[in-house]
């Protein structure tokens, strides 16, 4: 699958350091990422293969987040972080906060990665190297971190099944993850015979 941001990308030949970021955070690796690596090579070294390893451990992970990070909360914040983003020109003015648009989602970034760290921290406690299932709950009525969170564990234990839940009037939502040879639909359905949920 090719994600929108390659495509939109392809069409109009702009905004380079937006379409690698919106690609990565979709888990793709477009083909210009490599024109990317030659103009950022501080943000995506040009050794890195793996959109895994650029999502996670390369500079750029800082932008993806901030770009996810800015859709959470209230929709009155997002649409002014949007706005905001909207003006925003190079990669630099986020991560090193050399403007005031830069700045303001730089604080967004820092104010929901510190709880997005207590949470990996937490999940992070709950590994059983003898399961090959981890699974994390967390309540939280106003921010949904589960999709970062369950991708990140995929990456860091990419061996077991992730299920991670999110607790939030009476219901749990649920981000699956799972290796290469998993079948989870089909453990899904097994598992959910006799049990209210969908």
Not at 2 to 28: H, R
Not at 111 to 137: G, P, R, S
Not at 172 to 191: F, H, M, Q, T
Request: glycine fraction near 6%.
């Amino acid at each position: 699958n090719v994600p929108t941001p390659a495509l939109i990308y392809q069409v109009t030949q702009q905004d380079l350091w937006l379409a690698v970021t919106g690609c990565v955070g979709d888990w793709y690796l477009p083909p210009f990422a490599t024109e990317f690596s030659k103009e950022y090579p501080d943000l995506l070294p040009p050794t890195v293969t793996k959109v895994e390893q650029a999502l996670f451990d390369t500079p750029l992970s800082v932008l993806i987040k901030s770009f996810s990070f800015i859709l959470k909360g209230p929709t009155s914040e997002v649409n002014k972080a949007i706005a905001v983003l909207t003006k925003v020109e190079t990669p630099y003015e986020i991560l090193n906060q050399e403007s005031s648009r830069g700045k303001l989602i730089h604080k967004k970034y820092e104010q929901i990665q510190e709880l997005y760290n207590e949470m990996l921290t937490k999940a992070f406690a709950k590994i059983d190297d003898k399961q090959k299932l981890l699974v994390y709950t967390y309540t939280d009525d106003k921010l949904s971190l589960t999709k970062d969170l369950a991708n990140e564990l995929l990456y860091r234990y990419g061996n077991k099944v992730i299920v991670l839940g999110r607790e939030r009037q009476g219901e749990v939502r649920c981000s699956l993850r799972s290796p290469a040879g998993v079948n989870l639909k089909a453990a899904l359905e097994k598992a959910l015979i006799g049990v209210e949920g969908y």
